[in-house]
């Protein structure tokens, strides 16, 4: 748990810096970018709501305590209206490019697989712990979909948007199956 609010963390700290640089040096030569729009846009995403609800909680948590058991089904209902949103606004894009999707979801699947599976089974060639191995498959194979389909739909174009959507529907089904599988594994976890 410790190594994954870690990895988690320094995740969060990095990517206003990083995710604008790397998308300015790779998708710059191709298509505008603006750095500081992006840095703000994953400063108003990602950071605002997670400072304003570590207040909360810190501030308010018999009233945090009670909302929490509905936090899931509210999680969902926003990743369904990205989800809606970004189709619906690439709906005529989709129609013209409907052929590209299989090779879509192919992609993505590799861009999704690859790292999970790799960060688990390198970590266990450097005999890392098992419950270390599976933070670290987590951390490098489950991304922030929904914030790089908001990002892409504000910052490029709906269509660009859909490789996102394709990415939150692979990633929440791998996840589900490796955490049931990890859940069934009857492996004794050591503490990291």
């Known amino acids: 748990m410790a190594l994954s609010i870690t990895m988690a963390t320094l995740d969060t700290i990095?990517?206003?810096?990083?995710?604008?640089?790397?998308?300015?040096?790779?998708?710059?030569?191709?298509i505008p970018i603006e750095f500081?729009?992006?840095f703000l846009n994953i400063i108003y995403i990602v950071f605002i709501p997670l400072f304003l609800g570590v207040f909360l909680q810190w501030k308010f948590s018999h009233t945090v305590n009670r909302v929490k058991p509905y936090t899931s089904i509210l999680s969902q209902l926003a990743l369904f209206l990205i989800i809606v949103s970004v189709i619906s606004s690439a709906q005529s894009?989709?129609?013209?490019?409907?052929?590209?999707?299989?090779?879509?979801?192919?992609?993505?699947?590799?861009?999704?697989?690859?790292?999970m599976f790799?960060?688990?089974?390198l970590s266990k060639l450097f005999n890392v712990g098992e419950a270390a191995a599976r933070s670290i498959l987590f951390q490098t194979g489950?991304?922030?979909?929904?914030?790089?389909?908001t990002l892409a739909l504000e910052h490029v174009s709906s269509l660009a948007a859909v490789p996102a959507v394709v990415n939150?529907?692979?990633?929440?089904?791998l996840g589900a199956?490796?955490?049931?599988?990890?859940?069934?594994?009857?492996?004794?976890l050591v503490p990291v």
């Open 14 to 30: 990095i990517s206003p810096i990083l995710t604008p640089s790397l998308t300015q040096l790779f998708a710059g030569q191709l």
């Open 36 to 38: 500081w729009s992006i």
């Open 93 to 115: 894009s989709l129609e013209e490019n409907l052929h590209l999707l299989p090779l879509i979801g192919f992609a993505v699947f590799l861009q999704v697989a690859i790292p």
């Open 118 to 121: 790799g960060g688990y089974y």
């Open 142 to 149: 489950i991304c922030n979909t929904a914030l790089a389909a």
């Open 168 to 173: 939150m529907v692979i990633n929440l089904t």
């Open 177 to 188: 199956i490796m955490s049931n599988y990890f859940a069934k594994k009857k492996a004794v």
